[in-house]
Nanobody, 124 residues
Framework: VQLQASGGGLVQAGGCLRL?????????????MGWFRQAPGKEREFVTA????????FYVDSVKGRFTVSRDNAKNTVILQMNSLKPEDTAAYYC??????????????????WGQGTQVTVSS
């Protein structure tokens, strides 16, 4: 499956951004979808995941209550709505897909497919 992410940018602390990831090439609903992020000098870390049906979501503790993930299987798209952004959210954000479960304990080795990164920069 090919993944195309978009929507990053520069925003002030407290602001919002919406990331989008569109999939092609395979049956979108066969894949758990997620977002990871990687700040300079740090490991790529799990941010959120959504089940194949969209009924179940997972979030890393640091974004709970601020970020919301959703998917539209008819449009092959997963959305990450990021509110109340903080400078520590600054990172390259990567769309991820896998046929198996993704969770807050998932690492980059658990992901089968990646989109290109989209940069999110939050100024203080």
């Amino acid at each position: 499956v090919q993944l195309q992410a978009s929507g990053g940018g520069l925003v002030q602390a407290g602001g919002c951004l919406r990331l989008s990831c569109t999939a092609s090439g395979r049956t979108f609903s066969d894949y758990v979808m997620g977002w990871f992020r990687q700040a300079p000098g740090k490991e790529r870390e799990f941010v959120t995941a959504i089940s194949k049906s969209g009924n179940t979501t997972f979030y890393v503790d640091s974004v709970k209550g601020r970020f919301t993930v959703s998917r539209d299987n008819a449009k092959n798209t997963v959305i990450l709505q990021m509110n109340s952004l903080k400078p520590e959210d600054t990172a390259a954000y990567y769309c991820a897909a896998d046929k198996r479960r993704l969770s807050p304990t998932s690492t980059r080795n658990d992901v089968g497919y990646w989109g290109q990164g989209t940069q999110v920069t939050v100024s203080s």
